[in-house]
C-alpha cells in the first residue's frame, strides 16, 4: 500500500517535471530575443530539477542514491545560474543591449 | 586561535573543520568501504585542502560559519523560486505573451565577494531575473516584466544574503 502511494506521488513529479521542462522549451521558442529566453531557460533549470530529482528520490528510497541525488541537486543549483550569468554577461560585453522592448529581429544571436 | 579577524594567516581549525566536512561528503558519495579506496579518498581530501589553500580559500572570513544559516536560507530562495516559476510559466504559456523587459541596477547589500557571487546566483535562479553584469559592488538585473522588477526591488533577498554572509 504504502509502496504504491509512493510510486503514484513519484510518478506525479516526474511527470510534471516533464512538464515544466517542456515550458521551459516553449519559452525558449516563443520569447522574442536572447535576454528574455534566458528567463525561459532557467524555468528549467529550477522548477524541472526539483520536480524530476525529487521523483527520483523517492524511487530511490532511503538508500545511499538519494544522497547523491541530493548532491546533484545541489551541484545544479550552484552550477546553473553561474552558467546563466557567464552567458548573459557574454553576450553584454560582446555588445549586445538588451532592449526594454522586445524586438524579434536578433534571432541569430541566440547560440 | 584568531578565528574571528579577518586574518590573513590561514586558520588551522577552518582548514581541519573543512578536512571532516570533505572526508564525510566523500565517505557518503563512495560507498566503498576497502582500504585501497578509502586511502584514495584521503589522498584526494588531502589535495583538495592543498590545492584549496594555494589559492587563498582558506584567508576568506566568510567560509565556515556561514554553513549553519545556508538551510534557512535555502528553504527561503525555495519558496521564491517556486513563487516566480509560477509567475514565469503564466507568462509564457499566456497567448499575448505579456512581457516588458526592464533593467534595474541595485547597490549590493552583502560587500564580500562571496556574498556578492551568492545575491547574484540566487537572483539568477529566480526565473524572471537574471544577473547580467556585477561591477563595483552593483549588479545589473534584467526582469522579464516591470512587475517582476518591483517585486524584486520590494522583496529582501538583497538583506537576507547580507544577514547570510556578513556577520
Sequence with gaps: MMEQVIDVLSWILLTSGGIFVLIGGVG??????????????SVTDTMATFLVL??????????IATIKLVAILVFLLLTGPTASYALANAALLSGMKPETEAKSSDKGHTK | MQENQRASKPNIRV?????????AVWLLWSGLYKPLVIGLGAASCLLTVLVAHRIGFFNESTSIH??????????QLFIDIIKSNIDVT?????????????????????KGPIGQAILGNSITLSPGTVTIDVFEGRLRIHCLTKEGAEELIACDINQRTAELTEK
Excluded: C
Design chain 1, 28 to 41: 525558449a521558442l516563443r520569447l522574442p530575443n536572447f535576454y528574455t529566453r534566458t528567463h525561459a531557460a
Design chain 2, 90 to 110: 503564466r507568462i509564457i504559456l499566456d497567448p499575448k505573451l505579456p512581457i516588458s523587459p526592464t533593467e534595474v541596477e541595485i547597490e549590493a547589500a552583502p
Design chain 1, 54 to 63: 525529487g521523483g527520483i528520490m523517492l524511487q530511490a528510497g532511503l538508500s
Design chain 2, 15 to 23: 582548514i581541519l573543520i573543512w578536512l571532516v566536512i570533505l572526508a
Design chain 2, 66 to 75: 556561514v554553513l549553519p544559516r545556508m538551510p534557512r536560507y535555502w528553504f
